[in-house]
């Protein structure tokens, strides 16, 4: 309540009188509360819903209203992606992009998937690049790419060297991995369990370029996608591909939201495919995936 008085400029009373009064006029409660928290009750869910395409409709009205007088695409992209999807995968398409719609102010949000899966669903970007191992009902999930495990190390490990390894001859090895909460953690911690050994953590980090720094110093070993190595990281790999899954990065859409002309020509540009896939509309039921991130 106090984040959404700030943003509208008004007092957080206030913005308990235009609850009240919306509530009023739908005739049912919107928001509950249990103790300090307040949530969307399922007719609060049912409104949002209705409401984000047309809020998403008239955000992009001038852009839209601009590109069909004048032919003229302009705007803000705002586009949601990990560190290392921002420098790997999505550097070239977005030159091209600057380089055909120089108007277009590009914004780059730095986050995890879940992150970025969350900004999606709440309208506050136009699109996330990242990897779901559950998809949501009301999100499209459209892949990209494959990037296989891999177990990183100094140049000068004991382990270095190997284009082979047992998950046991990690066991002596302390980790460096993502907050337990991330899916690169999940899953390591599945796959040891699955094979019924054990494993160490001797730190977490969030960020795989933060987890590359440490791992070249010494500190411990990591599992990563390969995605995250470049040229220039002095580390050695080790393949994990007969234990882990592919990591499988795709585009990320709400079902119900209404694309600006910015974010359909980038989307248009980096993967048609998932405009013929998507149209707002009704949720359909959510799918299983079985990729990390």
Same mark, same amino acid.
């Given at each position: 309540?106090?984040?959404?008085?700030?943003?509208?400029?008004?007092?957080?009373?206030?913005?308990?009188?235009?609850?009240?009064?919306?509530?009023? #006029?739908?005739? %049912?409660?919107?928001?509950?509360?249990?103790?300090?928290?307040?949530? @969307?009750?399922?007719?609060?869910?049912? @409104? &949002?819903?209705?409401?984000?395409?047309?809020?998403?409709?008239?955000?992009?009205?001038?852009?839209? /209203?601009?590109?069909?007088?004048?032919? %003229?695409?302009?705007?803000?992209?705002?586009?949601?992606?990990?560190?290392?999807?921002?420098?790997?995968?999505?550097?070239?398409? &977005?030159?091209?992009?600057?380089?055909?719609?120089?108007? *277009?102010?590009?914004?780059?949000?730095? !986050?995890?998937?879940? $992150?970025?899966?969350?900004?999606?669903?709440?309208?506050?970007? $136009?699109?996330? *690049?990242?990897?779901?191992?559950? !998809?949501?009902? #009301?999100? =499209?999930?459209?892949?990209?790419? $494959?990037?296989?495990?891999?177990?990183?190390?100094?140049?000068?490990?004991?382990?270095?060297?190997?284009?082979?390894?047992?998950?046991?001859?990690?066991?002596?090895?302390?980790?460096?991995?993502?907050?337990?909460?991330?899916?690169?953690?999940?899953?390591?911690?599945?796959?040891?369990?699955?094979?019924?050994?054990?494993?160490?953590?001797?730190?977490?980090?969030?960020?795989?370029?933060? *987890?590359?720094?440490?791992?070249?110093?010494?500190?411990?070993?990591?599992?990563?996608?390969?995605?995250?190595?470049?040229?220039? #990281? #002095?580390?050695?790999?080790?393949? @994990?591909?007969?234990? /882990?899954?592919?990591?499988?990065?795709?585009?990320?859409?709400?079902?119900?939201? =209404?694309?600006?002309?910015?974010?359909?020509? /980038?989307?248009?540009?980096?993967?048609?495919?998932?405009?013929?896939?998507?149209?707002?509309?009704?949720?359909?039921?959510?799918?299983?995936?079985?990729?990390?991130?």
């Amino acid at each position: 309540m106090s984040r959404t008085a700030e943003k509208m400029d008004l007092t957080q009373p206030s913005v308990s009188l235009l609850i009240r009064a919306l509530e009023k #006029d739908m005739g %049912h409660q919107l928001f509950g509360r249990r103790g300090p928290r307040i949530y @969307l009750t399922a007719e609060g869910r049912s @409104l &949002l819903e209705l409401a984000l395409p047309l809020v998403d409709g008239l955000e992009n009205l001038p852009a839209a /209203f601009d590109e069909q007088v004048n032919k %003229h695409i302009s705007g803000e992209l705002h586009i949601a992606a990990s560190e290392a999807i921002l420098l790997q995968l999505l550097s070239q398409p &977005l030159r091209r992009f600057h380089a055909a719609y120089p108007q *277009i102010r590009v914004c780059l949000h730095n !986050v995890t998937s879940p $992150d970025g899966l969350t900004q999606i669903q709440a309208g506050e970007i $136009d699109l996330a *690049i990242g990897a779901l191992i559950t !998809v949501p009902q #009301d999100v =499209l999930f459209t892949p990209l790419c $494959d990037y296989d495990p891999v177990l990183i190390m100094p140049n000068d490990h004991a382990l270095a060297g190997r284009s082979v390894i047992r998950l046991e001859e990690i066991t002596p090895y302390g980790l460096i991995l993502p907050p337990r909460h991330l899916t690169t953690a999940q899953m390591v911690e599945m796959v040891f369990s699955q094979h019924n050994i054990k494993y160490s953590v001797v730190m977490e980090a969030r960020g795989w370029e933060v *987890i590359k720094k440490y791992v070249e110093r010494d500190i411990g070993i990591a599992i990563v996608p390969r995605i995250c190595l470049a040229q220039h #990281d #002095d580390l050695a790999t080790i393949p @994990l591909g007969q234990y /882990f899954p592919k990591c499988s990065y795709g585009l990320v859409l709400r079902r119900e939201q =209404l694309l600006s002309p910015a974010a359909r020509r /980038f989307v248009e540009m980096l993967a048609p495919q998932a405009l013929a896939g998507w149209q707002p509309g009704p949720a359909k039921r959510s799918q299983r995936r079985t990729s990390t991130s």
